[in-house]
């Protein structure tokens, strides 16, 4: 249980912080920037929620939960000494990457393909989910660049992957089922 009764504690005014094993690092870590771009990526969720209901906004609050397993993932190196911690590190798992799977085929179920690309926008959820899926892109690509350096859960790059699918598709859904997604057109102001 996190139990926070102080909100700042002055440790991080040098540029460092702890990480989940408190080792101090650099706030510019690549480790850092990772999971911060996670919990950047959980923010922009909370404004999509804004203009989100049924079961959209359950699924977005359900993600929104996995993306503080995978802030806790990512904040954990040295996956090989699990074991040896006071307390079960928390993971991310291979069930989180195929519930999100399932969840796109069912929306996608109910969308025509793709003849064109589509720009970011339309309704106010859609727009909102297209920056959420630029923002799981971008944190896909930190998350990556870091498992080239240090060991990284493989769950937790494919499940940033599937999420901006997930965004995407979703983003689609709530343009009126594709019917008001705001298609590309090459050349057009040319």
């Known amino acids: 249980m996190v139990v926070l009764n102080k909100i700042y504690t002055r440790t991080g005014d040098a540029g460092e912080t702890a990480l989940g094993n408190g080792a101090r690092v650099a ?3 690549d480790r850092v920037s990772a999971y911060g771009t996670v919990d950047e990526l959980n ?15 359950t699924a977005l609050a359900r993600i929104q939960n996995d993306l503080f397993d995978l802030g806790a993932d990512l904040c ?8 040896e911690a006071d307390y079960t ?16 085929d069912a929306m996608n179920a109910h969308l025509e ?5 589509i720009l970011p926008g339309g309704s106010p959820l859609a727009a909102h ?6 923002v799981a892109r971008r944190a ?5 660049g ?22 995407f598709v979703a983003a689609r859904m709530a343009n009126d089922c594709g019917r008001a997604d705001v298609l590309w057109i090459p050349g057009a102001n040319r």
Do not use: C
């Open 146 to 167: 870091l498992a080239t350096l240090e060991e990284v859960n493989e769950a937790a790059v494919r499940y940033l992957n599937r999420a901006s699918d997930w965004f």
């Open 76 to 83: 954990r190196p040295d996956m090989a000494k699990d074991a």
């Open 140 to 144: 896909e690509r930190l998350v990556v």
């Open 129 to 134: 989910l297209h920056l959420s899926r630029t």
């Open 113 to 117: 393909p793709l003849r064109s690309f």
């Open 27 to 29: 706030k510019h870590s």
């Open 89 to 104: 590190p928390l993971r991310m798992v291979a069930a989180q990457v195929d519930r999100l799977e399932a969840e796109i």
């Open 43 to 57: 923010a922009t969720l909370g404004l999509a929620r804004l203009y989100a209901t049924g079961e959209t906004d």
